[in-house]
Structure formats: structure tokens, C-alpha cells
């Protein structure tokens, strides 16, 4: 466990760039226990970004017994780098005492580029959408030993998300299921977690939203994205990412806006007739599951960690939860599931 200190990200700079950093200024972070400043350098590049992480290896998901050969934000970093995938650069590793130093990428994520040019929505999202299939175009094939692999959206995290979901977004609303329905959700998560993890694997950034992508250039004409917070990345279905961004709980969408930009993603994946069909099945059926868990996260958030700002997107997420299992009303158990959440989803 490592503890803030700013001398030592001082020293880190010194020793990096030759000189003290002129300013050290906090910046916003998210709902992890990371902390973010943004570092004025006294020589080019002008700034940087500074993320600071307490315990490395810590997290208060399931996790698999598995030690990576070296932070895996640094590894993915280099990673997708290598494969063209535009990411902030490394200045500088101080992972010794749970710093790195990394290129500013500014402030303009997509969630705030959209609040400024609304008009550019549709633009925007086909990029991303495009980026994303080339980038797992491109990351199709990954190094035996890469820290992704030794990661996957496999039965037991996904049934730990479900039963996450059930201990903060309804337990802890005092929604709990009556013992039958506590049984039939339970059996319904098992098959839900054992679809999902059965879907082919591939690489998954596993928070492809609109605060996780920067807008490096914008134009009425042209979009340049740049990933961050990627270091979760694992294995998982192809369809994840889309959800994440597509049903994204801080943004809104109408189906038709969804549909076409899963028709950009098959068209940039070139995928065929029947492949299009599966592609928009599994994307309702990942939503289920992912909103599910986001809606159960942001009650945890606010309970444990004591942030009451995401409780504001717990009824939006939950209503595209209802607006995917709408869609799989032919599935018994998408069906079954439908009637067991009425007390959470009305």
C-alpha cells in the first residue's frame, strides 16, 4: 500500500525531465481510489498527467489468482500503442511508489465534446464505433504472455456482477426478492453468466465509454479519439465494448441511433447477414447483464464509498436493462427475468 506523497512525484519528474515540475494541480477523478493531478513541467511537453494508484494489486471484485509481470496499466498501455491504438504516452514510470507520468491529453473527453456540440453526436459515435472495430481488428492476435490473457469476462466474474447487482441495487434499495424468486434469479444468473462466457473471446477494454475516450481533434468533419483507463482490459465478447459505449449510463440514446452505428461496426468488422442478426442478440443480452451491474454499482459507490454523485444514473441505466429485456421477450428466461426485476424496473 502505497501513501500520497507529493515529494516523491516531484522527485519523479526531476529525475525524468532534469527539472522541478512548476505546478501540481489536482485534477477530477472517478469512482476508483486513484488520484489524478495534472503536473506543469518547466520544458516541453508543458504538461503531463499524473495518476496515482495506492495498491496496485488490490480491487474489491472476484479476481483470479494471477500476478502480472508489471503494472498492467503500463503493459496495455504499450500494448495498444504498439498496435496503433491511440493512447496517451508513457514520460515516465514510477510504480515503485505508485506513480506514472503520462502525456496530457487535456480535458475534452466525449461526454464533455457532446455537451459542447450536441450536433456532432451521430460523427462522434461512428468513430468510435469504427475505432473500436479496427482496434480489435488489430489486437485480434495478442502475446501468449500478454496480462490480457490472463484475464477473461468468464462465468464467475460475470455471475459475481449479477449477484452484485442483487446485493446493492435491490437488497440495499430494501427491494429484496421473495425466497422464490431469490431462487429463479439465481438459476437465471447461472445461465446468464454461462451464455456470456461461452460467446468468443476477444479483447475487451471493459469501460469503452464516453468519459473514457478523449477527443484529440474535432471538427463538423473529422473526430480523432484517444483511449483511456484501459488498464482493466481482458477477454471477453467482442459485443462487450459496444454495450459499454452504445448503452453508455451517462449518455441517451433512441433505438434507431443504436442500430445504425451497430451497422457502421459490421460494416467496418465485415460481418455478413447472419453475423449483423447474432451481432444485435448478443448486444441486448451482454446489456442485461453489464446494466444490471452498473445500476448495482452506482448503490455501492454511494453506500461504501461515499459518492452519492452516480445515484443520479442508477434509473437510466436500469431503464435500458428494461428496453433490452423488451427485446428478448422470446427468450424464457429474458421473460422470466423481466417479471422477477418489475419492482426494481417500474
Not at 100 to 104: H, K, P
Not at 213 to 218: A, R
Not at 249 to 257: E, G, L, N, T, V
Given at each position: 500500500?502505497?501513501?500520497?506523497?507529493?515529494?516523491?512525484l516531484?522527485?519523479?519528474?526531476?529525475?525524468?525531465?532534469?527539472?522541478?515540475?512548476?505546478r501540481?494541480?489536482?485534477?477530477?477523478g472517478?469512482?476508483?481510489?486513484?488520484?489524478?493531478?495534472?503536473?506543469?513541467l518547466?520544458?516541453a511537453?508543458?504538461?503531463?498527467v499524473?495518476?496515482?494508484?495506492?495498491?496496485?494489486?488490490?480491487?474489491?471484485?472476484?479476481?483470479?489468482?494471477?500476478?502480472?509481470?508489471?503494472?498492467?496499466?503500463?503493459?496495455?498501455?504499450?500494448?495498444?500503442?504498439?498496435?496503433?491504438?491511440?493512447?496517451?504516452?508513457?514520460?515516465?514510470?514510477?510504480?515503485?511508489?505508485?506513480w506514472?507520468?503520462?502525456?496530457?491529453l487535456?480535458?475534452?473527453?466525449?461526454?464533455e465534446?457532446?455537451l459542447?456540440?450536441?450536433h456532432?453526436?451521430p460523427?462522434?459515435?461512428?468513430?468510435a464505433?469504427?475505432?473500436?472495430?479496427?482496434?480489435?481488428?488489430?489486437?485480434?492476435?495478442?502475446?501468449?504472455?500478454?496480462?490480457?490473457?490472463?484475464?477473461?469476462?468468464?462465468f464467475?466474474l460475470l455471475?459475481?456482477?449479477l449477484?452484485?447487482f442483487?446485493?446493492?441495487?435491490?437488497?440495499?434499495?430494501?427491494?429484496?426478492?421473495?425466497?422464490?424468486?431469490?431462487?429463479e434469479?439465481?438459476?437465471?444468473?447461472?445461465?446468464?453468466a454461462?451464455?456470456?462466457?461461452?460467446?468468443?473471446?476477444g479483447?475487451?477494454?471493459?469501460?469503452y465509454?464516453?468519459r473514457n475516450?478523449?477527443?484529440?481533434?474535432?471538427t463538423?468533419?473529422?473526430?480523432?479519439?484517444?483511449?483511456?483507463?484501459?488498464?482493466?482490459?481482458?477477454?471477453?465478447p467482442?459485443v462487450?465494448?459496444l454495450?459499454?459505449?452504445?448503452?453508455d449510463?451517462?449518455?441517451?440514446?433512441?433505438?434507431?441511433?443504436v442500430?445504425?452505428?451497430?451497422?457502421?461496426?459490421?460494416?467496418?468488422?465485415?460481418?455478413?447477414?447472419?453475423?449483423?442478426?447474432?451481432?444485435?442478440?448478443?448486444f441486448?443480452?451482454?446489456?442485461?447483464?453489464?446494466?444490471?451491474?452498473d445500476?448495482?454499482?452506482f448503490?455501492?459507490?454511494?453506500?461504501?464509498?461515499?459518492?452519492?454523485?452516480?445515484?443520479?444514473?442508477?434509473?437510466?441505466?436500469?431503464?435500458k436493462?428494461?428496453?433490452?429485456?423488451?427485446?428478448?421477450?422470446?427468450?424464457?428466461?429474458?421473460?422470466?427475468?423481466?417479471?422477477?426485476?418489475?419492482?426494481?424496473?417500474?
Open positions: 500500500m502505497f501513501t500520497l506523497d507529493l515529494d516523491d516531484r522527485a519523479l519528474v526531476t529525475d525524468t525531465t532534469g527539472k522541478p515540475p512548476v501540481i494541480d489536482a485534477m477530477p472517478g469512482a476508483s481510489t486513484r488520484k489524478f493531478f495534472r503536473v506543469q518547466a520544458s511537453p508543458g504538461s503531463a499524473a495518476m496515482f494508484v495506492p495498491d496496485l494489486d488490490k480491487s474489491d471484485e472476484i479476481v483470479k489468482d494471477t500476478k502480472p509481470r508489471r503494472w498492467p496499466y503500463l503493459e496495455v498501455q504499450e500494448l495498444l500503442s504498439e498496435r496503433g491504438i491511440r493512447v496517451p504516452s508513457l514520460i515516465a514510470d514510477g510504480t515503485a511508489k505508485g506514472t507520468l503520462v502525456e496530457d487535456g480535458d475534452d473527453t466525449m461526454a465534446h457532446l459542447a456540440h450536441p456532432r453526436k460523427l462522434v459515435y461512428e468513430t464505433v469504427r475505432d473500436l472495430a479496427r482496434a480489435q481488428l488489430r489486437l485480434a492476435d495478442l502475446p501468449d504472455d500478454s496480462v490480457v490473457r490472463t484475464r477473461a469476462f468468464d464467475d455471475r459475481w456482477e449477484d452484485h442483487r446485493e446493492w441495487g435491490m437488497d440495499a434499495l430494501d427491494r429484496p426478492l421473495p425466497a422464490a424468486d431469490r431462487a434469479f439465481d438459476a437465471i444468473s447461472d445461465r446468464l454461462r451464455r456470456i462466457s461461452s460467446l468468443p473471446r479483447f475487451v477494454h471493459r469501460d465509454q464516453s475516450l478523449m477527443v484529440i481533434h474535432g463538423d468533419a473529422r473526430i480523432d479519439l484517444a483511449w483511456v483507463d484501459f488498464q482493466d482490459s481482458l477477454m471477453g467482442s462487450y465494448d454495450v459499454a459505449l452504445l448503452n449510463s451517462y449518455q441517451s440514446f433512441d433505438r434507431a441511433f442500430e445504425q452505428r451497430l451497422a457502421d461496426y459490421a460494416e467496418e468488422k465485415g460481418l455478413g447477414g447472419e453475423e449483423r442478426s447474432l451481432l444485435v442478440r448478443h441486448d443480452l451482454v446489456t442485461v447483464q453489464r446494466k444490471l451491474k445500476a448495482g454499482r448503490v455501492f459507490i454511494d453506500r461504501v464509498k461515499k459518492d452519492s454523485s452516480y445515484l443520479q444514473f442508477v434509473e437510466p441505466t436500469l431503464h436493462v428494461r428496453v433490452s429485456l423488451d427485446r428478448l421477450i422470446d427468450d424464457p428466461d429474458m421473460a422470466r427475468l423481466r417479471r422477477i426485476l418489475q419492482s426494481v424496473l417500474s
